[in-house]
Structures are given as C-alpha cells and as structure tokens.
C-alpha cells in the first residue's frame, strides 16, 4: 500500500503567500525526503530531513517531522509563480516510497 | 551534462508489441531504479539494481524485464503490450554505498500503448 498521504491534494495561492503541504506516513522512518515535479518533467529532491531532526530550512523551504504522529510539512515561504509543480514526500532506504503529492498552483 | 537520461522521451505504440526504454546515469551512482507513474500521478517502483544485481522486484507483471549491463545502465524492455501499460516511465540512481538515500531521477518516458 501507498506509504504517505499528502494534504492536501491541491493547494492555490498567489505570489507572495506561504504554501504548507503535510505528509503523513504508515512506518517507523530513518529519514523523509521531499522532490518536486514540475509538469511533464522528473522529479528533483527538495531536502531530506532525519528521524532526529525535527526541522530543517533550505532556503525558503522549511520542513518539519513529527516522529510521533508519523507526519510531516513542508512550508514554501513567500512563493513564486515558478514554485507552481506537484510536491511529494517519500520514505524508506531500498526503496523510495512516494505520498501522493499536493498540486500547487501560484498566481501572479 | 545530463545526470539521469532516458530515451525515448516519448513513445507511442499499438498492444501486442515489444518495446524497450533506455537509461544512462553519469553521476557513478551504485543503484538504479524503474518507477512508473499512472494518470493520477501516483509514483510506484519497478524494479532496483544494485550493482547490476537487482534487487527490488516490485510484483511487476513478467512482460516487463529489466537489464543492467553496467552499473550505470538500466534498460526497461516491454514484452506485449497492454493498454493498462501506458505511464510515464522514470528511471532514477542514488548512491546507497554512502547511505545516501537521495534520488536523482531522468525526464520520464511517456509510454501511450493504442
């Protein structure tokens, strides 16, 4: 089955605005990662945060992990037109496990 | 310098035949992967090598079989194909030797099977 679910499935904002998507997962984690996937191309990773960490930044990009409740969120600050892409966490070492994604679309 | 290619880029073909989807890493990475994203966008592996031994067979149909001839090649042929078939198609390396876990993965291959 799917490991991560993300919220929500589509977000709309305008330029300027904060973008926040979460990621829940189902099993015990050494590390969560988060990639972007502008349309019609591959998937190129964002940041990746371990299971002792419990926030990372990078740039505009803030994310946080919650080892208790299985959950993450990655906060884009002040978005751009160009953040405009699906977001998806991933999970596991083997293997890379993707949620589902959060479409975000920013406005001029 | 493309760091994951993969040709065709696209590739459109009628069911019943065999096609195959190639990809190159250039970044000396020890493990490749296939993954296959459907209409919904949801993003599922294939197949992994390492090394050129795989080692992750995801209860992918045996129509679909993999090639690694060197660590930095891995080839998707496709036997008789099936409507069900048609995704996009992502090839992707890391470096598991390090324990990096980071993937870089290829453009996609937009597989349409009419």
């Known amino acids: 089955s799917q490991q991560g679910e993300e919220d929500p499935q589509a977000l709309s904002i305008q330029e300027g605005e904060n973008a926040t998507m979460n990621c829940s997962y189902k099993t015990s984690i050494n590390n969560l990662q988060w990639y972007r996937q502008n349309s019609g191309r591959g998937l190129v990773h964002l940041i990746l945060i371990r299971s002792n960490e419990r926030e990372k930044h990078s740039g505009r990009l803030r994310v946080t992990l919650d080892t208790s409740k299985k959950s993450s969120s990655l906060l884009i600050t002040a978005s751009r037109a160009a953040d405009t892409a699906s977001y998806f966490c991933a999970t596991g070492f083997q293997k890379l496990v993707f949620g589902t994604g959060t479409r975000l679309l920013v406005s001029p | 310098d493309t760091a994951v290619s993969q040709t065709p880029k696209y590739l459109v073909t009628q069911m019943g035949n065999d096609k195959s989807i190639k990809c190159e890493q250039n970044l000396g990475h020890d493990t490749m992967y296939w993954y296959k994203q459907d209409s919904k966008k949801f993003l599922k592996i294939m197949f992994s090598?390492?090394?050129?031994?795989?080692?992750i067979n995801e209860t992918v149909p045996n129509r679909f079989s993999p090639k690694s001839p060197d660590k930095a090649h891995l080839n998707l042929h496709i036997n008789s194909l099936e409507l069900g078939d048609s995704a996009v198609y992502f090839c992707a390396s890391s470096n598991r030797l390090n324990g990096n876990t980071e993937a870089f993965f290829g453009q996609g291959t937009r597989l349409t099977v009419v």
């Open positions: 090598y390492n090394n050129k031994e795989l080692i």
